[in-house]
């Protein structure tokens, strides 16, 4: 039975007619996993007004696109969604289903896989298959060691899980590949919904946007106390960086949780990010270790950071952080020499 | 109004330590605690209750025996009532299997008192998944509305609640019908201090206690580890990077020469 299963599937998110950064990943990811499994890569695409996008999503790599175009489904609500998702998983069953981890996509991957019965596998930071049993090996940080776990769903069918954004590379975008629209029909009714978005507000004054950040100065516990750790910010306002933390540091209501790095916060690839005061446990580096230069600075030489890191600093973050600070100062009073902002 | 607030024990992730040789959780050194979501979920109930000025608070959790001591913190933030479903028929449970367990509980709980409103905690600190309080909603099929920020109306007689959901820039205002599932995020509320008289009829409470028995028309299938479709593959260390270099020399040396590469580099902080 589980034979009928083919083919490997990426759910799009869009909103407000533009594609998700994490569904484009995904499609890379997918068709490595489709190229292995010589299945074809499918997207499917929900939404109103949207079928001009399945150009889009062919051109990162999927062959094909399955589109639902309805108004009932315009924002993103789970049970629209859902319904719209289960129905073409159970007419063309799909073996692998992926989602971007985002709000939306872990809302709608937990409902549909408990209506399919099947196993969902959360945040997977590391996709691959085994090619002979077709099992989809999705691994993600076990809960607080330095360990990654491999989640296997061996009996049931598609084997879903959702993927942490920009850990997945996307491929570069062809324009003239060529893929298959099919349209797919819905007979929902506005009527018949029982939850209805009233509106959609956009926090447009927010100032923390670590994720467009080119430069983050991230502090841990290692800071030792709130009056410490503004070390950190005093050294982000020298260079006109955006502060993150880990989650001890959240936790202990030194930032606020969106500053949070890592697993359970946000995951960033900034030019320069600065790791301060933070040992390195993985929940912190999956969600930082695609920055391009990293440095870390920390007591600890056996701290796991100084693998993720270019260049590491052995020391004391109170002694090295304020003369940082006073360089920084003064190579730009010096003027010319390092434009920060 | 008759709220049901799911809740989970969980280890101390701020307290537990890390075996250095295995790499795994030295479960013992963690003291266990209410999740930190599900104790905003409770509080906000009490806030839903408050505002309306009437309501019953129950909390539901799955566990072993000494989950008990949760749902004993969830009365001292002001629960009227706790039930616990523990047997090892549970055990081993993956989200699916969680939510199955769960719905069957929640069902024997609407028999006597009909549920309005069901909270959960945005997810557990310990598996970080937030698959289980979509999935109740699920298998009840009423709607789910998760990473709430904000209950901004209740309408007991229209039945219907409006809700603020975060979302990546942002947040969108909902409006549900009662009865409905919502997940909660911490800036919620925040947690009150509790009054004396909740922390006296903690001490003394004792939650009703359900085995599997006691639930009705229950799968055993589709219970713990058997009715979990994932399992565990294997565990692993993640091959680790090369790492950089080291800088050396004293701390004024170091910085120097931080300072040198950085303006080799000075073009990233211009985002190049």
């Not at chain 2, 310990?126 to 990473?147: C, E, K, S, Y």
Request: glycine residues 8%.
């Amino acid at each position: 039975m589980m034979d009928e299963y083919r083919g490997v599937w990426v759910f799009i998110e869009q909103n407000d007619g533009r594609i998700e950064g994490v569904s484009l990943e995904l499609l890379g990811a997918g068709r490595r996993l489709a190229d292995k499994l010589v299945v074809p890569l499918s997207g499917v695409l929900l939404g109103y007004e949207i079928k001009s996008l399945s150009r889009e999503v062919i051109s990162y790599g999927a062959d094909q696109v399955y589109v639902i175009d309805h108004e009932v489904m315009k924002d993103y609500r789970t049970e629209s969604y859902m319904k719209a998702v289960i129905n073409l998983a159970e007419k063309y069953k799909p073996e692998i289903f992926l989602y971007g981890a985002t709000s939306n996509g872990k809302d709608l991957a937990s409902a549909v896989a408990t209506d399919l019965s099947t196993g969902l596998t959360a945040d997977t930071t590391m996709l691959d298959v085994e090619v002979e049993k077709r099992l989809l090996e999705a691994s993600r940080p076990a809960f607080g060691g330095n360990i990654m776990a491999t989640i296997l769903c061996k009996k049931h069918r598609p084997q879903m899980a959702t993927v942490r954004p920009k850990v997945m590379k996307a491929m570069e975008p062809d324009p003239d590949r060529h893929g298959e629209v099919i349209e797919e029909p819905i007979t929902l009714k506005e009527d018949d919904m029982r939850t209805k978005v009233i509106k959609i507000v956009k926090d447009v004054t927010k100032k923390v946007n670590l994720a467009e950040a080119h430069v983050v100065v991230a502090g841990g516990k290692g800071m030792g106390d709130l009056q410490n750790f503004q070390l950190i910010h005093e050294l982000a306002d020298t260079i006109g960086a955006t502060v993150g933390g880990t989650r001890d540091v959240v936790e202990a209501g030194w930032l606020p949780h969106e500053q949070q790095v890592g697993q359970t916060g946000e995951t960033i690839t900034p030019k320069i990010y600065f790791a301060i005061g933070i040992s390195g446990a993985i929940q912190h580096v999956v969600g930082m270790k695609n920055s391009e230069f990293i440095i870390a600075i920390n007591k600890d030489p056996q701290a796991p950071i100084f693998d993720v890191a270019t260049y590491g600093i052995v020391g004391d973050a109170l002694e090295i952080v304020p003369k940082l600070i006073k360089e920084f100062k003064e190579a730009r009073e010096r003027g010319g020499e390092m434009s920060y902002v | 109004m008759h709220i049901v607030v799911c809740v989970k024990q969980v280890p101390d992730t701020k307290i537990i330590k890390i075996n250095p040789k295995t790499n795994t959780l030295d479960r013992r050194s963690a003291p266990a605690i209410l999740n930190p979501y599900d104790a905003h979920a409770v509080q906000e109930a009490v806030k839903i209750t408050k505002t309306l000025g009437k309501g019953t608070i129950s909390v539901l959790s799955m566990g072993p025996p000494q989950a008990v001591a949760v749902i004993k913190k969830s009365i001292e933030i002001g629960a009227d009532r706790g039930f616990l479903i523990s047997d090892r028929a549970f055990a081993g449970a993956d989200t699916l299997a969680t939510s199955y367990a769960l719905s069957k509980a929640l069902e024997r709980i609407s028999k006597d008192m009909p549920v309005d409103l069901i909270l959960c905690g945005k997810h557990a600190i310990d598996g970080d998944t937030g698959q289980v309080g979509p999935g109740i909603a699920r298998r009840l099929d009423i709607p789910p509305v998760t990473n709430v920020i904000e209950v901004a109306e209740v309408n007991e007689s229209e039945k219907t609640i409006v809700i603020k959901r975060k979302i990546t820039n942002g947040y969108e205002l909902i409006q549900a019908q009662i009865p409905c599932l919502l997940t909660v995020e911490k800036e919620i509320n925040s947690i009150e201090y509790s009054p004396m008289p909740n922390m006296i009829k903690a001490a003394r409470y004792e939650p009703v206690i359900w085995s599997v028995n006691d639930l009705e028309e229950v799968d055993r299938t589709q219970l713990g580890l058997k009715g979990s479709p994932t399992i565990v593959g294997k565990m692993f260390t993640p091959p680790k990077p090369e790492g950089g270099k080291r800088l050396e020399g004293n701390a004024d040396e170091q910085i120097q020469q931080l300072m040198e590469l950085l303006n080799d580099k000075k073009e990233l902080f211009a985002g190049k």
